[in-house]
Each structure stands twice: as structure tokens, then as C-alpha cells.
């Protein structure tokens, strides 16, 4: 019995440390493309965002969750379900906006940044914007745009990752131009 | 078909005297029935069966998560919201049907 939890754990270590190299030979890779901190988060949203689309469809299929009823749910159904699934961390939603419009995602611990460490000349590098991109463009598929933005990063010094979330609108759907 | 399935379903779930909980399912004429299953991400399934299928959500809800989430969504080339473009896709599809119960080809 604790040998067969012994290989099912080692085999979700194995997965998260082959996905944490890949995430940092990515950012590397374009750091040296674009040689730009800004260029290179900019890069890294836009491709969070066309991961985004995609999981969002993926996410869908396998947790059956139907529709939030409004933004609370949806930011419990971002940390509970989807990092939980994705990840295999839970963060805390906290910080809520009187308005109820714009919370914080805390993660203790950020999968993508084990063994990072930044060097001095790339401070205002966003290390994992991806996940911002992923997070914008997964709600958009869902009907809502969302700004997402880090406001603490441990890469940075911080304590902990905060990732601020904010409800911009409500996508309406468009009828297609009529083809008939 | 696309104005149509939204005026259903507009309809529907102005209709309807609670919250609504998977809203528009399927309609039916004296000759077929269509079947109806929309993903919270918009995404719009419609299949025509004849007068026999009574519920076809779940078999719609399987081609969604089991051929389109892996043969379509996860296919970098295949752009999402153009026509859907692999042969793979088509033939699993195609093969999925062929095994459902209630799938038979009528004698001529």
C-alpha cells in the first residue's frame, strides 16, 4: 500500500519538475530573443492568453462545473478548482473590493518559480505573466474580461505571489453577420 | 440556424419560472428532434436524431469532452472557431456515432 502512493507521488514530482524547467528555458529563451523585460512580459501574457483560450475549453470538459453564478464563485472555482487541477496548488482568494469587483489570488508557494532565482538585471521582468494571460484568457472565453496583474512576486522579494484580479465587463455574445 | 437556436434559447430561459438549470435541451417536429448542448465557454452542440433518442445530452456532452477537448482543442493547428479541420477528429467522431445504441443504419 505505501509503495503504490510512494510511485504515484513521484511520478506528480517528476511531471512539475520537467513543467518548471520547460517554464524557465521558455522565459530564458525569450529573454534572449527580445532583450527587453518589457517585450519579453508582454510575450508571455499573449502567449498565457492563447494558452488561456484553450484550457478554459479543457478545464470545462473535465470538472463539469457549470456556470458562476457571479465573480465570488468564479474566483472559487479559479483557486479551488482550476490552480488545484493545474497546478496542484490552492491559493487563497482575499482582498475583496468593497465593490465586489476585484480580489487577490495569495499563492504560498508558485510551482513555475522552484529553483529561480532572478538576476540583478531583470527586475522588472514579470517572471510568471504567464499564468496572467492564462487567467485573462480563459475568463474571456467565458464572457467576462478581466485585468490581471501581479502586485507581489517571492522572485522579487516579496513574501508570498499576489495576483490581483479585476472584473472589467461582461462580454456580450454578437449574433454572426447573417450569411442565410 | 444559428438565429434560431438563439431565439430558442433566449426564449427558454425567459420562460422559465426559477433559475434556470441547463435551459434549452431539445425540440422536436413530427419528423426529427434536435438536440441541444452549450458549454459555458459558448460553444453550441446540435445533433439531429430521429423521433426514438429522447436525451441525447449526455453522448453530446462526451463528444465535447472526450473528441473535441482532445482532438480539436488541443491541436495547435487547428485554428478554434474556423471550420474544424482534422481528419482525426472527423473519423473518431464518426466511429463514436457509429457505436451508439441507438445509431442504426436503416435499410433502404
Known sequence: ?180 | MYGMLFSIRSFVSKMSPLDMKDGFLSFQTSKYRLHYYETPSGLKFVMNTDLSVSNARETLQHIYSNLYVEYIVKNPVCVLGHNLDSELFSSRLDAFIRALPYYSPRAA
Open chain 1, 1 to 180: 500500500m505505501s509503495r503504490q502512493s510512494n510511485r504515484t507521488t513521484d511520478s506528480k514530482k517528476m511531471n512539475s519538475e520537467l513543467f518548471t524547467l520547460t517554464y524557465g528555458a521558455l522565459v530564458t529563451q525569450l529573454c534572449k530573443d527580445y532583450e527587453n523585460d518589457e517585450e519579453v512580459n508582454k510575450q508571455l501574457d499573449k502567449m498565457g492568453y492563447n494558452i488561456g483560450v484553450r484550457l478554459i475549453e479543457d478545464f470545462l470538459a473535465r470538472s463539469s462545473i457549470g456556470r458562476c453564478q457571479d465573480f465570488r464563485e468564479t474566483a472559487d472555482v479559479i483557486a479551488k478548482v482550476a490552480f488545484k487541477m493545474y497546478l496542484g496548488v490552492t491559493p487563497s482568494v482575499t482582498n475583496w473590493s468593497p465593490a465586489g469587483d476585484e480580489f487577490s489570488l495569495i499563492l504560498e508557494n508558485n510551482p513555475l518559480v522552484d529553483f529561480v532565482e532572478l538576476p540583478d538585471n531583470h527586475n522588472t521582468l514579470i517572471y510568471s505573466n504567464l499564468l496572467c494571460g492564462v487567467l485573462r484568457g480563459a475568463l474571456e472565453m467565458v464572457q467576462m474580461a478581466v485585468d490581471v496583474r501581479f502586485v507581489q512576486d517571492t522572485l522579487r522579494g516579496d513574501n508570498v505571489t499576489e495576483i490581483r484580479m479585476k472584473f472589467i465587463k461582461r462580454i456580450e455574445e454578437n449574433l454572426p453577420a447573417g450569411d442565410e
